[in-house]
């Protein structure tokens, strides 16, 4: 009989429970090891990833020190975006003929930032020696509409996979956003490759004012190094592929997301030790961009229909 290793946040112990299907709720820690992957990741805390290494290689950022005092997000390796990715403008904005309202998520945030999904505490679906399932349900939030999620995560030989499934559980049309915000290691000698058609300015809020063909200093189209970018925008027409290599080091990493993921945000934090590359379904902003004309640019499910979108971390056998 296999058991896998997990923490009970009430306790405070080490649990170990038997690979199978069950509910599993109220466990902080959750730690897989398969065909030299390591993977921590925190189901109390926003379906969060801690930890992801193959063979001793970080392929997302470890979570920083502070996370243990805070369960800040933002001190992670990765988190789910759920329903939207992003801001939105002063938290409002009109759906169905509907003036909806939303209250500032983070305390470092003026406006709504990522959904509520990374917010919020996941329930254990199902373990096995590979993999995981993990389930929220939204039915309490200031977020007006009931939905399901269930993210999944599998690891294979040289290969990681996280999917999101989005089901709209309510009885009205809702904004369907998804997304994916891994933190990736960065180092001078990391070189990155993607493509995508255009870009969103944005204003001093981080808001999207303009679309625009994509400047030179933002064209990764050719392999190139991520250092010294300034960037923390939203790229239109992205083709679901990224290549990061390191120098000489065991670092050649595909990320591969679905098509229904046309959008990502690149970031790069001044003097930081990583950077974001997040595949998304909508552009930041989406749901208060054009309000004016009633123009929405978000995708929206109905009652009962159900929305997948997934990305794969490619080790290449490194």
């Given at each position: 009989?296999?058991?896998v ?54 392929i997302?950022r ?9 369960h800040?997000?933002?001190?992670t390796?990765?988190f ?18 509907e ?6 998520n ?19 679906l ?33 290969s ?13 049309k809702?904004?369907?956003g998804l997304?994916?915000?891994p ?12 493509n ?7 204003d001093?809020?981080?808001l999207p ?8 200093k ?8 991520v ?9 239109s027409g992205?083709?679901?592929?990224a ?31 990583f ?9 930041n902003?989406?749901?208060?961009f ?14 009962g229909e159900?929305?997948?979108?997934e990305?794969?971390?490619d080790?290449?056998?490194?």
């Amino acid at each position: 009989m296999r058991f896998v290793k997990v923490k009970n946040i009430l306790m405070k112990t080490v649990n170990y429970v038997n690979y199978g299907k069950g509910k599993f709720s109220q466990l902080k820690l959750l730690e897989l090891k398969f065909k030299g992957w390591y993977l921590k990741l925190t189901p109390k805390y926003g379906a969060c990833i801690l930890r992801c290494s193959y063979k001793n290689f970080d392929i997302l950022r470890p979570a920083e020190t502070g996370w243990e005092r805070t369960h800040d997000p933002m001190l992670t390796s990765y988190f789910p975006l759920v329903p939207y990715s992003n801001r939105i403008a002063n938290g409002q904005f009109q759906w169905e003929n509907e003036h909806i309202n939303l209250k500032s998520n983070h305390v470092s945030q003026q406006f709504p930032l990522h959904g509520i999904g990374w917010l919020s505490e996941w329930v254990v679906l199902e373990i096995k020696e590979n993999g995981c399932i993990l389930e929220y349900k939204n039915s309490e939030s200031d977020w007006p509409w009931p939905f399901s999620v269930k993210q999944e995560i599998t690891l294979k030989k040289t290969s990681m996979k996280i999917s999101l499934t989005l089901e709209n559980i309510g009885r009205n049309k809702m904004p369907a956003g998804l997304g994916f915000h891994p933190y990736f290691p960065l180092t001078k000698d990391l070189q990155l490759q993607f493509n995508a058609k255009s870009v969103y300015l944005s204003d001093d809020d981080n808001l999207p004012t303009k679309l625009t063909l994509v400047p030179n200093k933002w064209d990764f189209s050719h392999s190139k190094s991520v250092f010294e970018t300034k960037v923390d925008n939203c790229f239109s027409g992205y083709d679901g592929k990224a290549h990061m290599t390191v120098g000489k080091k065991r670092y050649n990493l595909f990320v591969l997301s679905t098509k229904n993921l046309d959008h990502c945000v690149f970031y790069v934090p001044k003097n930081g030790n990583f950077f974001c590359l997040e595949p998304v379904n909508h552009m930041n902003n989406a749901l208060a961009f054009n309000p004016i004309q009633g123009v929405t640019l978000m995708p929206s499910l109905g009652p009962g229909e159900i929305n997948h979108v997934e990305m794969l971390f490619d080790t290449n056998g490194i």
